[in-house]
């Protein structure tokens, strides 16, 4: 018989499942494309007004990098 995991490997593994699935979500939410509904004519914002896409994206990764470090936290401390 072999010796049971012990509990701080079974520990890492799951923050490492956890954060790996995490990931893999954050990346798949940025490859999707969004879902587009029909615009009215005369309702679309002026690309002037808007923050550019790469702006968009770095704010989505900073909070998604804040929630992965928040859960590895709350992971670290139970």
Same mark, same amino acid.
């Given at each position: 018989r072999e010796a049971p995991?012990?509990?701080m490997l079974a520990a890492?593994?799951?923050k490492r499942?956890?954060?790996t699935v995490?990931?893999?979500f954050v990346v798949a939410l +940025? +490859?999707?494309e969004p879902v587009r509904?029909?615009?009215e004519a005369g309702t679309a914002i002026p690309a002037e007004s808007r923050p550019c896409v790469d702006c968009h994206a770095f704010e989505?990764?900073?909070r998604a +990098?804040?929630?992965l470090k928040k859960t590895a936290y709350n992971l670290d401390t139970r």
């Open positions: 995991i012990p509990k890492c593994l799951l499942v956890v954060l995490l990931l893999v +940025l +490859l999707a509904s029909d615009q989505f990764m900073q +990098l804040q929630d």
